[in-house]
């Protein structure tokens, strides 16, 4: 590496996601001088009352009235209320010879970044499947504003081969592809016996680690619980207490079924290391980071064949897939799974091999460099 670069980094909010993740493992292994741009407290605010009250309200609306993207959207205001944002868009980033944008492109466009150094990370691409029938707009807007990010943007970094290719077919955008990874370091120190105990968690079980969302389909996760009662499963993630599932499937949860609602960092990652099969039931997965965290612990995985998964799992030898939305599908993999899966080791060494974060993050350096 060359001279160390002033870079500023976000937004971020917390450990959750794969986006926070990607974000604080660039931090974490590149020698550049970072300032992260962090989600102004009355943004954290908002998406807490947003999804105590309001999200459960707008899942109660009829279809046939069409979800607007500025009816609950407080991201116009943002800048109103957030000095410190504010200062740091108009007076910093100028001074800076990166900045690095990820995610849906709220930043950029409320505080016009219009850096001409920015780097723009896409971490997923909108699909109407992957929200109420009565988003549609919404969803168009989303894309719009993230198309538009991408063409003011400098250099463009898509995580997955797919998404990539999307960008330039639907789009006309070219991209650099540069996948997540994963911290080898931190899972060689995670302790399965401390999750467990902190828990009562004794038997085996299957883990979901993600949120209560359409696009994580943690419904088929809840019905494989319902299908196998004799076994243990266990959600992790934001917005996954009983009460939060019971509202957003509409029924009771199974009593096999263990809700952790958002833990600690460190205990998401003893997870992976206590949990016997893991299970990525969404269908259109832009990349799937829990996934290589998952290999990165020996243990057998179980995604959706289509999108980002397909390109990490090697079905049969790496893990297994199953038919998106297919329940039927879903039970046979995770089965097998179960009795007689043996993918770990084969796991492991793909995610050493391929998605380490010492080897991705001198690929992310590289654009900084041609960029400055």
């Known amino acids: ?14 450990h959750y996601g794969g986006a926070a993740q990607h974000i604080l493992n660039i931090i974490r292994y590149s020698d550049h001088n970072f300032e992260t741009i962090e989600v102004p407290n009355s943004l954290k605010t908002w998406g807490r009352f947003f999804r105590r009250y309001i999200l459960p309200f707008q899942r109660r609306l009829p279809h046939e009235i069409e979800h607007n993207a500025m009816r609950f959207d407080m991201y116009g205001l943002q800048k109103l209320l957030d000095a410190q944002g504010f200062y740091l868009s108009r007076f910093k980033l100028p001074g800076f010879d990166v900045v690095h944008l990820h995610g849906y492109p709220y930043w950029e466009t409320i505080y016009e970044t219009n850096s001409p150094n920015l780097i723009y990370t896409i971490h997923n691409l909108y699909n109407k499947g992957d929200f109420p029938s009565n988003w549609s707009r919404t969803v168009e807007s989303l894309t719009s504003k993230l198309v538009g990010t991408c063409r003011r943007a400098n250099t463009v970094i898509s995580v997955s081969k797919w998404l990539q290719k999307d960008l330039k077919l639907k789009h006309r955008i070219d991209s650099v592809y540069i996948p997540n990874g994963v911290s080898l370091e931190e899972f060689e120190e995670a302790n399965g016996e401390s999750f467990r105990k902190k828990y009562s968690i004794y038997e085996d079980f299957y883990l979901f680690v993600g949120r209560s969302t359409k696009y994580k389909r943690p419904e088929l996760f809840i019905s494989i619980a319902e299908r196998m009662p004799k076994r243990k499963f266990v959600m992790v993630g934001r917005g996954l207490s009983k009460e939060a599932l019971r509202k957003y499937i509409k029924k009771e949860i199974p009593s096999n079924l263990v ?9 998401v990652v003893n997870a992976f290391n206590a949990c016997r099969v893991f299970i990525l039931s969404s269908s259109n997965e832009t990349f799937g980071i829990v996934l290589l965290e998952a290999m990165a612990q020996g243990k057998s995985v179980v995604a959706a064949n289509n999108l980002g998964p397909s390109e990490i799992i090697d079905h049969g030898t790496t893990g297994l897939l199953f038919e998106p939305d297919n329940l039927e599908s879903l039970v046979e993999a995770a089965d097998l799974a179960w009795n007689e899966g043996d993918f770990g080791q084969a796991a492991k060494e793909k995610v050493v091999a391929k998605y380490d974060w010492r080897k991705i993050v001198p690929q992310i350096e590289e654009v900084y460099e041609r960029v400055k």
């Open 1 to 14: 590496m060359g001279i160390k670069m002033k870079v500023a980094i976000g937004p971020i909010e917390g």
């Open 259 to 267: 809700c952790i609602e958002e833990p600690l960092r460190e205990d």
